[in-house]
């Protein structure tokens, strides 16, 4: 790591925002939104510090590491990234992150209540897009008084939200942080929530959806959850941290047990996951990341950057398959035709789409100068207003 | 393709060997062994034009076209290599095809009826591994007269079949050509497979194997077909193939139903493969692939190499995720350290795994002069007998 070591951030712990409605992208409308949220280091006067981060499928609100009330830290999702001392430093920006529309970790989704009925809504919850969750976290941002964004970052899914801010609230954010990420998923990976989806769909404790009461569809979802973590890894990393290898066992049992190592810790992943994550959210994040399509409604993609305010960063990896850099050189061309601000780069791994979790040292090197230099930004503020 | 266009070849039509009993490699027996095979054109009197065809997971013994009983043509898996003026020239050899051990096309299978019971076999089936298919095939040709085989052909688990037939079986086999395949199934692979074999393994149906008396367990079944497929095509043939298109709408559903024409054709896929394959046999044939380790029992794989007199010929396909042309590389590698006579190509396509299927032409402008060359062949088989 780059980072120096040092203690968890001052940070709010978890917090919870409740909206009154929200107008969604397909119609409709929820009320009584909460947002679970939390912040990290402070706002600084002139307001200039706030950076957004975004989190990805499996993600929540808990980006950095905290105190625990029993005095213990408890660890964030992207603690390598986020931080005092980190590339997203907490003692100099002020960093928000909030669990995502549709979400199962504090914020509204499929598993809340559905005030009309007093039941979970299950699958009768609306499906939400990227769009949504973006203007989720743009009302949260009014709540709390934080009118604008030095930055707004994410990786993954994160990135499609990041990618959606630019453009739905360009006078609001200074930069586009966008890591290992597309601007339209393609069939390859649409294929692969298909079949995550039908795992789920599938299991008999699935009910409709309506299984808050009862069992839950923790082989679907586990299943589900082994697919995707095929594809978070390379073949080079899966060849190089398992191989072929036995777990606990010299020769092949010949029977239908798990062997391999690489079995075993796609069971284990699947374990872990169901103990947090709900089927539902599941369905609903993987149904927003196919429908996603930054472009969708141009006849040209370089068109919705023309004029863009925003400065853009795109990160890629060189051995990620399921969000392959040349989806982000597609958007890096649309851009640079227009002329708007972009910086692109794709770092060596060998680590496959996780890498984004996995290499602090590659992304902070480009990503920590990118967001120390806002000279542009404050120009074109003073110019804008 | 490069081939005439002819008739169907002079075919057997299929047949059924029965074999008293097999030994098999993970230890144990298997008496009554049916084998279901079929054979195309006719066997020289010199007895050197003999063709082994061995299939895939999902194949059959049906290779090549032959005439139905109601007159019309019944399709083979393979016809674009295996006919009158094809790469594999039934007119000029004898091609002989089965179905595998463990397979559920005629062959005994988990589906079989298990004698000491009287009841299908289920779980309580042995597991087969690619050397028992071998083994299988050889007792099929000693009995039905073709002592040597002038090539042993494969793609993907049938390359599996024609390497152990060159390494168990080296003085019966002329050539072997292995095609899409690899020497060792890589993590990566296995982990497909153990996601496959976990939607089975846990559909309400599947009742611990013992499900032909009631219903099948298709989800699961399908489930696992969906994720082959993804992994038998490639991300550049999926984008050109569906891209985001969506099927018979114009704008997105907003609900949980097949949207996407990649996840109308997935499911396609898997609804078309329950009505002929059967999941134990899914699971055998998976396993089997899973456990092949072509060198396992050497300290370095040149070893099982040296004085081989088989002649190799591999081809791998650029965009071959599943069997990634570094593993036939590395085999091919080992193969000239200690000078054995391989030759290799790998043919540039679109079409990932699936090219084996897909890419006649280039395929048989190699294969073909591969194939009709055998002098070298002759040579040894004067020398050494």
């Known amino acids: 790591m780059t980072a120096m070591t040092a203690g968890p951030a001052l940070a709010s712990g978890p917090r919870t925002l409740r909206l009154r409605s929200v ?28 950076v957004l981060v975004c989190h990805a499928l499996s993600g929540d609100a808990h980006v950095a590491a905290s105190d625990a009330d029993d005095g213990t830290t408890r660890p964030g999702w992207w603690d390598v990234m986020v931080g005092p001392g980190k590339a997203i430093d907490t003692e100099r920006y002020f960093v928000i992150c ?169 069971a284990y992943q699947g374990r872990k996951f169901v103990e947090r994550f709900d089927a539902n959210t599941y369905l609903y994040m993987t149904k927003a990341m196919d429908y996603f399509d930054l472009c969708a409604n141009a006849t040209d993609p370089s068109e919705v950057f023309a004029w863009s305010p925003v400065r853009f960063l795109l990160l890629t990896f060189t051995s990620d398959w399921l969000f392959p850099t040349y989806q982000s050189r597609e958007i890096v061309g649309a851009m640079q035709r227009v002329g708007a601000d972009v910086t692109f780069a794709e770092i060596e791994s060998p680590y496959g789409h996780d890498a984004f979790l996995l290499e602090p040292e590659a992304q902070a090197e480009v990503m920590a100068p990118f967001l120390g230099s806002l000279d542009g930004w404050r120009a074109r503020r003073e110019v804008s207003s």
Chains 1, 2 share one sequence.
């Open 98 to 266: 909030s669990n995502v529309l549709g979400g199962c970790s504090g914020t509204t989704g499929p598993g809340s209540t559905d005030s009309e009925t007093g039941e979970p809504f299950g699958l009768k919850f609306p499906l939400v897009t990227i769009e949504d969750m973006v203007d989720v976290q743009a009302a949260l941002l009014d709540a709390i008084g934080v009118p604008r964004l030095r930055a707004v970052v994410g990786g993954s899914m994160g990135g499609m939200q990041a990618l959606s801010w630019a453009l739905r609230y360009p006078e609001r954010v200074g930069s586009c942080i966008g890591i290992a990420t597309t601007w339209r998923l393609g069939a390859q990976a649409i294929a692969f929530n298909e079949v995550g989806r039908t795992a789920i769909l599938g299991d008999p404790h699935f009910a409709g959806g309506d299984y808050y009461d009862g069992p839950r569809p923790e082989h679907g979802l586990a299943t589900a959850r082994m697919v995707g973590h095929i594809t978070y890894l390379s073949e080079e990393s899966m060849r190089a941290k398992f191989g072929r290898r036995l777990r606990e066992r010299d020769a092949h049992a010949f029977d239908f047990v798990t062997e391999f190592e690489v079995e075993s810790y796609l």
């Open 23 to 50: 107008e969604l992208a397909g119609g409709g409308r929820l009320d009584d939104v909460e947002v679970a949220y939390e912040t990290y280091g402070e706002l600084a006067e002139d307001g200039d510090n706030a």
